[in-house]
């Protein structure tokens, strides 16, 4: 009994900070209508500011002056981001904003790093709390006891701020119906700065109260990103008293999981969530959202046409040329060369369901690396040969993507992108925390391809087969009904129903055929590394096919394998650099603001600017 | 001979709001009935129960004898209705042909096929339709950048595109200049004898529901309040009321500036 209680409190105690990082994104996002991706990266912020400063301030009043001062200071650098890189992309679709925002996490991670350095840092512990208390023999952290007291205090100020004051009033109205807050005479700018303000402090405020408990550490950005996004699903976007219920219910679930079944800790959490959004789709506490009402930014996509000769010639010789490389090239250029294939196929099957089918996935990467993942098991624990283990890869990665699909597109837009995360954060989590299959952080090694395509060359031609068949395959399917029903379950979902298409079986569809490409993409790299670890399966492979989709192109065709081939291509280059991931998440920034159409819509219309390409009427 | 359509006692509340409170009629087959009302009366929540878009909160539906009320929007469909919206919805990245295209190859149950191009499929059915609307020169522009009238008129092919028994029209000229909306209204009536659809319309413009329609049917705050001839409707005490209360007078052109 004594150790069940001791339990409850050190979940309630671990709620905190999760309640504070969600109901900042809830907050921010009921308002602006941003989910803010880089929240867990104010969270990180929080903890580390925080620890500077208590090392400057001491005793009680330093500690928590320093807390409260983080709070505060990350805040502030909440509003320079909000000013800076999401003003400009507010009217634009929901995607470019996600995108923006993962920009700032790339830039906030180099600057931390640049700043505090790679180590993790252990937090102080507070003054005047270090010891525990018994509560029937167990004990509990005094800190833990303060947590759970604070906690409610913040929240009731929080509630009495959006209920009671004209702030929250104007909160209130604003996240209800824009227009009227214009109406009421309110700048909506400044109302928008103020509320990112308050939910970047809040985050800060979160990571600064966990530093006794938890430190400070470069991975605590994807880390909480996951949970609060789980938060705000099982609590309901933009519903304060959700994100506490469901803040209390993971904590609490998770403290439980560690003792009585620690090797699904993590799980847990997805487990509970799927559960709640099949009976509650919007979340215990949400109301309905009708969530991406957005405009289109810049001109409105066109429509597609198939190659004609002259490109499909081109092509062709492009395909030669390729094709011919194992004979004119070194081994260098021939292992670079299969590396940047297989990552063409993995992003340009993301780009068919996010250009096409307009569904934003952040967790693509459950596909691709589900999909090595399935082939190594089956290499390690069933002798499987490879020909075989590169059919049975995409197959299940394409019955993830069945499962896992059906769940997510139960909702829409922000929704949609943010439980596809929570699924890939999910399978991640499996890779990792089931050390005894998987390897856990060990990884799964000595996965080599069958004794004749052993040699470089060989192996880089079924790499070559199957990655520009699996390109081809999706492009064709563009130009193919499928395609065109996909686009119009996208363009116009009301219309599409009206006119007898399944557009939610359409979407599942796509989301599986995305899946399989992706999942042949993994099983094809798990054999030409020799191994797979978990950061395969990790958020931020996910990012990087969104990024590199996003960079070549989202209202083009061919965006995602070239944005794909670029990247790869100048990867080894540019991870050369210290702080490339700065540099990475600065342009990301500025293409949002300033050139959207990315690589090959800007190449389309250099082209057409210079009289290469032929303007269609409708463009002029 | 029995109704096309047959509507009994349909109801829908949102919270404390009846939208359409115990509305009961009949359509019959060639007929060209219209249903007016103020704004906000309750005719496009009543469009939205008829195609599925909406749950009614109680009532029935029945098409030829069938109940259809509840069922979903695209199975309605495949039971031969189609509609127009009254804020139009086309698939802005796709050209003027193949939005029809797209209604042909649902109707043909050819949505899953990967190996054959979209943009050669049912392509002369689909530009004969337009040509029936008078629309099939602009046949490859651009979607996005048509004229709202255009719109309206896509919209009017893509819905005759699976050949339907009856057509839920919301509010088919709203948006247009007053001539083009009696051309719109006089073409509609026209396909529509050619082909022995049977129309159910909203319209705030009363000349195109004088001029056209053949029953007419009153809405107001979610209730019936009157069923008959044009000269009946023109002639009731009670619907002048309801127009001149609402500051809406018969002959006045009223624009749709309603979502
Ligand atoms: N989804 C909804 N939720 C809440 N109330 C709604 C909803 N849809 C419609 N209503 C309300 O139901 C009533 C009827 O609306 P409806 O759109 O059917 O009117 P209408 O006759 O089509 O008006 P208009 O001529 O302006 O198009 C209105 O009071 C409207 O506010
Ligand atoms: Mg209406």
Known sequence: MGLFIAQILTGLANAGALFMVASGLSLIFGVTRVVNFAHGSFYMLGAYVGYSLMQVLPGMVGFWGAILLAGIIVGLIGVIVEICVLRPVYSAPELFQLVATFGVILVIQDLVLMIWGPQDLLGPRAPGLKGVIRIMGEPVPQYDIALIVITPFVAFALWYLITKTR?????????????????????????????????????????????????????????????????????????????????????????????????????????????????????????????????????????????????????????????????????????????????????????????????????????????????????????????????????????????????????????????????????????????????????????????????????????????????????????????????????????????????????????????????????????????????????????????????????????????????????????????????????????????????????????????????????? | MSPILSVRNLSRSFGAIKAVDDVSFDLAKGELLALIGPNGAGKSTCFNMLMGQLKPSSGTVQLLGKNIAGMQPRKIWRMGVGRTFQITATYASMTVVENVQMALMSFHRKLYSLTTFAHTLYRDEALSLLDTVGMVDQAERHCAVLAYGDLKRLELAVALAHDPILLLMDEPTAGMAPRERIALMQLTADILDAKGVSVLFTEHDMDVVFSHAHRIMVLNRGQLIANGSVDEIRNNPQVQEVYLGGGTLFNAVQEDAHA
């Open chain 1, 167 to 620: 702030v929250g009033t104007l909160v209130r109205a604003a996240t209800q119906d824009r227009e009227m807050v214009s109406a009421l005479g309110v700048n909506q700018a400044w109302l928008f700065t103020g509320v990112f303000f308050l939910g970047c402090a809040l985050a800060g405020l979160g990571g600064a109260l966990q530093l006794p408990k938890g430190g400070a550490d470069l991975l605590m950005d994807f880390t909480i990103l996951g949970s609060v996004f789980v938060v705000v699903v099982i609590g309901g976007m933009g519903s304060l008293p959700g994100a506490y219920l469901a803040a209390v219910i993971i904590s609490v679930l998770n403290v439980f999981g560690v003792t009585y079944a620690p090797q699904s800790t993590l799980v847990l959490m997805f487990v509970v969530m799927v559960v709640v959004l099949m009976f509650r789709p919007f979340g215990l506490l949400g109301k309905e959202e009708v969530a991406g009402e957005h405009g289109q930014v810049g001109e409105p996509e066109r429509p597609i046409k198939p190659a004609g000769n002259r490109i499909r010639l081109l092509v062709a010789a492009g395909l030669v040329i390729l094709g011919l490389l194992p004979l004119y090239s070194g081994n260098f250029a021939v292992v670079l060369v299969t590396d940047i294939l297989i990552f063409c196929l993995f992003a340009a099957s993301l780009h068919f369901m996010l250009g096409q089918g307009g569904l934003v996935s952040f967790g693509h990467a459950a596909f691709f690396g589900g999909g090595a993942y399935a082939a190594a098991l089956f290499v390690t624990y069933a002798d499987t040969p490879m020909e075989l283990a590169l059919v049975l890869a995409p197959i299940c990665a394409g019955l993830a993507a069945i499962i896992i699909g059906w769940v997510c597109l139960r909702s829409t837009g922000v929704y949609f992108a943010m439980l596809t995360l929570a699924f890939g954060q999910l399978l991640w989590s499996l890779a990792f925390q089931w050390g005894d299959v998987t390897g856990g952080d060990d990884g799964l090694v000595n996965i080599w391809p069958s004794d004749w395509a052993s040699d470089n060359s060989v192996y880089y031609y079924i790499a070559f087969f199957l990655c520009t068949g699996g390109i081809l395959l999706l492009r064709q399917a563009a130009h193919a009904p499928f395609g065109y029903a996909m686009r119009a379950a996208r363009d116009s979902a009301r219309q599409a129903e009206a006119m007898g298409i399944n557009t939610k079986r359409v979407q599942l569809v796509a989301f599986t055929f995305a899946g399989i490409m992706a999942g042949l993409a993994g099983g094809l790299f798990v054999f030409s590394k020799g191994s797979i670890f978990p950061n395969e399966l990790e958020t931020a492979r996910s990012f990087d096919a969104l990024i590199v989709v996003f960079l070549g192109g989202v209202k083009t065709l061919s965006g995602g394998w070239v944005g794909a081939a670029f990247f790869e291509g100048i990867k080894d280059y540019l991870t050369r650099f210290e702080y490339w991931r700065l540099a990475l998440g600065l342009s990301i920034i500025i293409v949002v603001i300033l050139g959207p159409e990315g690589i090959v819509g800007s190449l389309r219309k250099a082209g057409e600017r210079f009289g290469l390409l032929k303007v269609p009427e409708d463009a002029k």
